[in-house]
């Protein structure tokens, strides 16, 4: 939304505001601004829109999730891993518009630009194996599939697996 910059010098002003404040005795002021200053921070290290579309998905409103990740103009100004992020939620808003063309190229956009947690590169690998499921693409499929296994450690995608494998097993 506004650049880092702006960001960095709206912090500094609010933290000087609350040295003030805090000087002058209005400890509840002071304490109040310390936390939208600690929002402001926030902000320069974690893109507001990603925030925003990432609480519209976990509300299941994906819409409202695709129009915030749309207000984004440049991602690649992003650190590595919002940038990251970014294709990984428009890969999750593609893929539930039905749209799977789009959201498989975004899923390797996300992992090429290195996803950092590993469950959400489980669910990117999820994804691209059912993706290469659908195209009968059985080799590719394995290799995303036995990935995604081995990212999964909190074993929270097992039936999803599963369901795969046994597709698998159709082919």
């Known amino acids: 939304m506004y650049s880092k ?13 609350v040295v003030f404040l805090c000087y002058i005795g209005w400890w509840g002021t002071g304490v109040l601004l310390f936390l939208l200053a600690g929002i402001v921070v926030l902000t320069i290290f974690k893109n507001e829109y990603n925030m925003l579309a990432f609480f519209f998905m976990r509300r299941g409103n994906f819409e409202k999730a695709e129009s915030a990740l749309l207000k984004i103009k440049h991602p690649e100004k992003f ?3 919002q940038h990251s992020f970014y294709y990984y939620l428009l890969g999750i808003v593609e893929s539930q518009k039905k749209s799977f063309a789009k959201s498989e190229r975004y899923f390797k956009r996300a992992l090429d630009i290195g996803l950092r947690m590993e469950h959400d590169r ?3 690998k999820l994804n691209l194996a059912g993706f290469s499921l659908s195209k009968r693409n059985k080799r590719e499929a ?7 296994k081995k990212l999964d ?3 929270m995608l097992t039936d999803q697996v599963k369901m795969i494998e046994a597709q698998l097993k159709r082919i």
């Open 122 to 124: 489980a669910m990117a």
């Open 79 to 81: 650190t590595q891993s």
């Open 153 to 155: 450690k909190n074993k």
């Open 142 to 148: 394995m290799m995303h599939l036995a990935e995604a």
């Open 5 to 17: 910059e702006i960001k960095i010098a709206l912090s500094a002003l609010m933290v000087l505001g």
